[in-house]
């Protein structure tokens, strides 16, 4: 059966045949016109030549204008290319609707566009959304069809007339490699004072995280880059460290701020009262402030973010279920007061584990987390807890301290991450840098 061809296809055709045709007969014409010397045929050359150039012209400014050759030449020529795969692809996965233009049926696909970003290094696809492809166009990859780039995500535009696929160029490393301290400090400072980042692509606003995978996934080399960040900022985060299996994160808590350490079951709780205190001292202060901006947080009048690095939140869950009930639902409270309430005045709580179902961590305290990371390959299941069912994970094979993340309004979907190489002495970088715990909070 022959293939069916697009509208454009089709037009494309007719205007080679008429370019042709214009073009032959304009020669012949002048040609015996030339022999003959009759005017008859210099003048039907003439108008052959113009019907040659006339529609070239046309055609030529139209394909200017629908890939935007104003961008410059390589941007229009690229969003052609990209175009046309795009277009081939969907035709060849039966999306598209077919019209009748006399005995010649033809296929009418989707709407395309696409955007670059500056240095082409990543972009967007638009598509067209209709009733009839609605289903399909939510379940299908392009990537494909991009010649080198890779679909990071897929989603409906606002007023839901187009599907955007994110993309990026697959030949670009992601993990950024620091070879001292002085540089990694340096990038870390060209951030916002309340910003932190995991590779060169991703920059977040501090908040609740949810840290998980499997052992030799990279978790506590993440968790190195998080706290050097974090102690480098002038904004004076107060760290608290919570680990109990006495791990790395005991032993810079101790380095860092041994008051604010714990390693014991008992310890721990304390860590959480005193915490949480802080919390209750920080709520007074801001509400003084709130008179002059009623909707302001934190980071508004110059506070300094609590952060409580829970290590191995799994293991004390497990030993908080051995005790009590009073003593129980205790610490729940005390762990959904910080969830719940912390945002706004400054206190965030992250919980580091290697799987975050229900049996290690309440449902709605890890649904409270807003943002998630998940490193290495990891089992179904650890994707599911995390970022719920049906959560489409890209298929990569992924190194250690490479995996995906959520974020709202950010990444709704989980997109790939890769935490930096850190090439110079870690513990000697903490003890480089000026001990905050003591200073007063500004504002």
Not at 111 to 119: E, H, I, Q, Y
Not at 218 to 226: D, F, I, P, R, V
Not at 420 to 435: G, K, Q, R, Y
Request: include cysteine; glycine fraction near 8%.
């Amino acid at each position: 059966m022959e293939k069916i061809k697009t509208i454009q296809q089709f037009k494309r055709g007719l205007l080679y045949a008429w370019l042709i045709l214009s073009f032959t007969l304009g020669v012949a014409s002048s040609y015996a016109g030339a022999i003959t010397g009759a005017g008859a045929f210099l003048s039907a050359g003439a108008v052959c030549f113009a019907s040659f150039l006339v529609p070239s012209f046309l055609a030529a400014a139209f394909w200017a204008v629908e890939n935007q050759v104003n961008k410059g030449p390589r941007y229009a020529w690229k969003q052609y290319r990209l175009r046309l795969g795009i277009r081939r692809q969907l035709l060849e996965a039966g999306i598209y609707i077919t019209k009748s233009f006399g005995s010649v049926k033809l296929a009418e696909v989707p709407w395309v566009t696409v955007w670059f970003a500056p240095g082409f290094q990543h972009g967007t696809v638009y598509i067209g959304n209709c009733i009839r492809f609605h289903d399909k166009l939510s379940r299908i990859d392009i990537s494909p069809s991009l010649g080198g780039y890779v679909v990071e995500q897929a989603y409906l535009s606002d007023d839901e007339n187009h599907y955007c696929y994110d993309f990026y160029d697959s030949t670009l490393e992601r993990r950024q490699a620091f070879k001292s301290f002085q540089e990694f400090k340096g990038y870390s400072d060209s951030l916002g004072q309340y910003e932190l980042f995991i590779d060169r692509y991703t920059k977040l606003p501090l908040t609740h995280q949810l840290l998980a995978g499997q052992t030799g996934s990279g978790k506590t080399y993440a968790l190195h880059g998080y706290i050097l960040q974090m102690r480098s900022k002038q904004a004076g985060y107060r760290l608290f460290f919570a680990d109990p299996k006495s791990s790395s994160v005991a032993l810079l808590g101790g380095r860092i701020s041994p008051d604010t350490t714990a390693e014991s079951f008992e310890g721990i709780v304390a860590l959480l009262d005193a915490f949480v205190s802080e919390m209750g001292k920080r709520k007074a202060q801001l509400k003084g402030h709130l008179i002059n901006k009623i909707d302001g947080d934190y980071r508004d009048f110059g506070l300094p973010p609590y952060v409580l690095i829970f290590d191995e939140y799994a293991d004390f869950s497990h030993q908080l279920q051995e005790k009590e009930k009073k003593l129980r639902d205790h610490v729940n409270s005390l762990v959904s007061q910080v969830i719940l309430k912390g945002r706004q005045l400054g206190f965030f709580m992250w919980m580091v584990m290697q799987q975050s179902g229900s049996n290690s961590i309440p449902t709605f305290i890890r649904d409270n987390l807003p943002w998630k990371v998940v490193l290495g390959n990891a089992e179904d299941q650890t994707y599911t807890t995390a970022f719920g069912a049906g959560a489409e994970i890209p298929l990569r094979k992924m190194a250690a301290g490479e995996g995906v993340f959520t974020y709202p309004a950010v990444a709704n979907k989980p997109k790939l991450c890769s935490f930096p190489t850190l090439d110079f002495d870690i513990l000697e970088a903490m003890d480089s840098l000026p001990d905050v715990s003591g200073e007063r909070e500004l504002g």
